[in-house]
């Protein structure tokens, strides 16, 4: 069964600076989306990307944040200046089509702790 | 508005007993009601989804019934098992273009054999 491949599954970062969270998306999917999960909380979307542009983001998703798609299997999220209160699970997740009723295949996430 | 409550924040159900779980909103944009089950360690798996122009869906052992006056909907865990343990959140979202999933706080169900 084809499934949302996230690398890699933790990542510990010094505050201040740089992270790269990859995925793999599912192969015919069009639609990617990262979220998080502060722990013990509830999972909050981050942004979506299509066509290789965001199509909607969140207050969270400010210019510390970029995602990009650098070839045609990897979708990363960016994390420029880390700070600790971005430590979290960072889910991401891939549809096959926008608009209602859509299946998100949600990753097993990467737990990002910044120390 | 964009808020989706959940509760309860914990459940425990003795085997073959109903779990059920709550949720409610606010926004009327709101037109897809999915349930996702995550287990420790891993992401979250849609389980089954609603859409308001029904008031109930079944798969297997799952219902979600959806009441859209009160704008709140609710999940049903039929003869509970001890597999069924994990943590349920129900979210919703506008579509019309618009994918972003707001989610619940979640429940963690636990369930005793």
């Known amino acids: ?115 | 508005q964009q808020q989706v409550k959940q509760s309860p924040q914990s459940l425990i159900v003795q085997k073959g007993g109903i779990s059920i779980i709550n949720c409610a909103y606010e926004n009327t944009a709101f037109d897809y009601f999915p349930w996702y089950q995550q287990f420790p360690g891993k992401g979250p798996a849609l389980l089954i989804a609603i859409r308001p122009d029904v008031s109930e869906k079944k798969e297997g052992r799952f219902t979600i019934s959806f009441n859209k006056s009160a704008k709140q909907f609710s999940l049903h865990i039929m003869d509970s098992q001890p597999g069924d343990s994990a943590t349920y959140f129900c979210a919703a979202s506008e579509g019309g273009g618009s994918e972003k999933l707001v989610f619940g706080k979640g429940t963690k169900l636990t369930v005793n054999p």
């Not at chain 1, 942004?47 to 299997?73: A, T």
């Not at chain 1, 209160?85 to 949600?106: K, P, V």
Request: proline fraction near 3%; hydrophobic fraction near 35%; include cysteine.
């Open chain 1, 1 to 115: 069964e084809p499934e949302v491949t996230q690398t890699p599954s933790h990542q510990v970062t010094q505050m201040g600076q740089e992270v790269i969270l990859r995925c793999v998306p599912i192969s015919n999917h069009l639609y990617f989306y990262w979220y998080r999960q502060i722990l013990g909380q509830k999972v909050e979307f981050l942004v979506s990307f299509y066509n290789n542009e965001i199509s909607e983001k969140s207050e969270i998703f400010d210019d510390q944040f970029s995602v990009e798609r650098p070839d045609g299997s990897n979708f990363t999220l960016k994390i420029r200046s880390t700070k600790l209160e971005d430590s979290a699970m960072y889910f991401c997740a891939s549809s096959r089509q926008l608009g209602t009723y859509t299946e998100a295949f949600f990753g097993q996430g990467t737990r990002l702790t910044v120390v």
